[in-house]
């Protein structure tokens, strides 16, 4: 018994005069810069995106509406907005309250 005490006793003590060896921690916090990445998971094919393709052309220049040519003076046409029959111009161009276009008013005072 003695024997089984003294061996028990002598592990014991060469176990106490050494470190252990500990294995390596992971890092503790995931948010540490030494934190190793975590793995992007790859989609099932059926849930990738499809490739983008820009197409591009090019604008074509915008020519300016026509406008109507000046009614001469001898003509007598005047020109009234459809919304305001109350506004009469010598000459083709704007309405003063809604900015619509002046068109020809027709003989008998109707647009």
Partial sequence: MRILLALGLGGLLLACGRPAAVPPRPNPDPASASAAESPVPLLPAA????????????????????????????????????MHPEVH???????PKCGMTLVPEKKGGQP
């Fill in 47 to 82: 849930l990738q995106p499809a490739p983008v393709q820009v197409l591009t052309r090019p604008i074509p220049a915008q020519a300016p509406a026509p406008q109507p040519p000046p009614a001469s003076e001898e003509t007598g046409t005047t020109y009234t907005c459809p």
């Fill in 89 to 95: 111009e010598d000459h083709p161009g704007k309405c």
